[in-house]
Every structure is written in C-alpha cells, then in structure tokens.
C-alpha cells in the first residue's frame, strides 16, 4: 500500500467557488504529479513537480493551479469551480532517477463534481 | 494524442481463461510499464520491461515488448473475478533539459465473469 494520501475523495461544490485539493506523500519522494480522468478515460497529466518549488505544466492545459513548499506536500488549486472540472483528479510520486522509468505511487483520487 | 494506445477499449472473458491486451506507442522509450486500476481508485503498478527486454513474467502476468513493432502486450493467466480493472501502459520519453516524462496509454477495461 502506497503512502500518499488525498483529501477530500468525494467533492461536491457549486459553480465559482475556490477548492483545493490536498494531496501528501511520506516516501520523500522528489516527484509529484497531477492527472485529470474522466471516468473509464485516459490519465492527463496537468501538472507534475520534480522537488521543492518547482512547477510544470503538463499535457493537458488546466486552468488550476499547483504549489511545492514542502516536499510531502503538493496542493491542486482551482480558484473558480466550473462544471467543465467535474472529474477525478489523481495524484501520485515517484523517486526521482534519469535514464530509468520510475515507479509512480497513485493516491486514491479526489472526484469532484462541480454544480 | 497519446503516447500510448491500448486495444482492445474493452474485454471480457470467463474466469480461468486468459487475457491479452495490446498497448502501441509512437516513439523510442527507454521502458514501459503496466499499471491496474479498479474503479474509482488510483493506479497500482504491476510490471516494468526495459527496452532490451523481451519479455518478463510476475505470478500470472507476462509481459512481451517488440521495440521493432513499438508494441507491448500483457498476459494475464487463469483470470479471476478480482483481475477487473482497466489496465494501462505507461511509456517515457526524454523531453526538454533532459528530464523524463511519462505517457500513459488509454486503458483497456477488462471484465472477468465468475
């Protein structure tokens, strides 16, 4: 079982409202990342991370938005709910090697739905 | 569009029989991986095959790559009713400054009927 955690797992919120989801790791690992799935769709990854303050964006344009303070910690931010965000938002981590693949441990997802 | 593509979308067998799914990639990779992910959860890692592998085996999975056809395929033997999931390849790349990035394909959802 894999040690990162995301709250909340169900969101329910209404349009123009701000929501952050929580997403932490205790592995130490370097890597974070963000991906959107719409039910029984792709992964997209929107953001990733590979330490402290840094940021990137990734495939898929997302209008939320990311931070990296602390290395176990790695917030999604939307500051204006639309129904077009209505998904499930995975996080995951990984070590942070070159050259090899690394192993990327999921969070169980926030799904948020958007009113 | 994708790095990755799976096929079939979707299967559905008998418990005991076996699964075989096929992910495509576009460009060269260093390796690839097979993840599985049950409904509504986060995606759990299963294989991993290096591009000078052919093929590699864990429990009742086997995984082939043909790095010539830019193919992969995942064997699952004596399938059970807990193998439902949907099931991705994941394939990296070499982007900008050197850093990795990983693509994952778009899933084969497998139903094993008890």
């Known amino acids: 079982e894999a040690d990162i955690y995301q709250t909340p797992r169900y969101l329910v919120i209404g349009t123009g409202k701000k929501i952050t989801l929580e997403c932490s790791q205790t592995?130490?690992?370097?890597?974070m990342y963000w991906y959107q799935q719409d039910p029984g769709m792709e992964l997209h990854l929107i953001h990733y991370?590979?330490?402290?303050?840094?940021?990137e964006k990734g495939d898929l344009s997302s209008e939320s938005t990311v931070s990296r303070i602390r290395t176990e910690h790695f917030p999604l931010t939307l500051e204006s709910a639309r129904p077009s965000h209505t998904s499930q938002y995975l996080c995951?981590?990984?070590?942070?090697?070159?050259?090899?693949?690394?192993?990327?441990?999921f969070g169980p997802g926030t799904r948020l739905l958007v009113l | 569009s994708q790095q990755g593509e799976e096929d079939p979308q979707a299967l559905s067998i008998q418990e005991g029989e076996n699964a075989t799914m096929n992910c495509s990639y576009k460009?060269?990779?260093?390796?690839l991986q097979w993840y599985r992910q049950n409904s509504g959860r986060g995606l759990v890692h299963l294989i991993l095959?290096?591009?000078?592998?052919r093929e590699k085996h864990s429990g009742r999975l086997r995984v082939t790559l043909d790095t010539s056809k830019k193919s992969s395929s995942l064997l699952i033997t004596a399938s059970r009713a807990a193998d439902t999931a949907s099931y991705f390849c994941?394939?990296?790349?070499?982007?900008?400054?050197?850093?990795?990035?990983?693509?994952f394909g778009t899933g084969t959802k497998l139903q094993v009927i008890p």
């Open positions: 991370s590979y330490g402290v303050n840094s940021t």
């Open positions: 095959i290096r591009s000078n592998e």
């Open positions: 994941a394939t990296d790349a070499i982007v900008q400054g050197g850093y990795q990035k990983v693509t």
């Open positions: 460009t060269s990779i260093n390796n």
């Open positions: 592995m130490g690992h370097d890597k």
């Open positions: 995951a981590s990984s070590e942070y090697y070159t050259g090899v693949l690394e192993t990327q441990y």
